[in-house]
């Protein structure tokens, strides 16, 4: 994975999630991209698959108006949820906090990839942020 930073959007995989989302996609794919963490509970969680939940919860928390650190990355998803501002059911909240919640889990491959850098604790605080502001 092409990674550049700790932000939710900092990577090639979440980049290219947030404009599956805003170019088409829509809540949907922010749900399904939930619905495949969630799924993974009893099994090991994919590093794209967490990459994808992460910026689905950004979307969540950005339609709930509490959005994180503005990115160049997700510019184009920025304008979308100001243009069409679809609602988010309670439900979709509550998959977005219990997803991130596997993100961070020990069995998540994104979590492990994280702990063998020196930005483990910076990227952390970004997703507990995260999780906070769902």
Excluded: C, H
């Amino acid at each position: 994975m092409g990674v550049w930073g700790t932000g939710i959007f900092d990577s090639d995989e979440a980049s290219d999630f947030a404009s599956e989302v805003a170019e088409g996609g829509g809540i949907e794919a922010v749900e399904e991209a939930l619905d495949r963490v969630l799924n993974s509970a009893d099994d090991y969680l994919e590093l794209p698959d967490a990459a994808a939940g992460l910026v689905a919860a950004e979307v969540v928390a950005r339609l709930r108006g509490r959005p994180g650190p503005a990115s160049a990355y997700a510019e184009t998803l920025d304008a979308w949820i100001a243009e069409e501002s679809p609602a988010v059911p309670a439900a979709l909240a509550k998959k977005a906090k219990s997803a991130v919640a596997l993100i961070l889990a020990d069995s998540s491959e994104m979590k492990e990839q994280w702990l063998e850098t020196d930005d483990f604790d910076e990227w952390k605080r970004t997703v507990d942020g995260l999780a906070a502001r769902l």
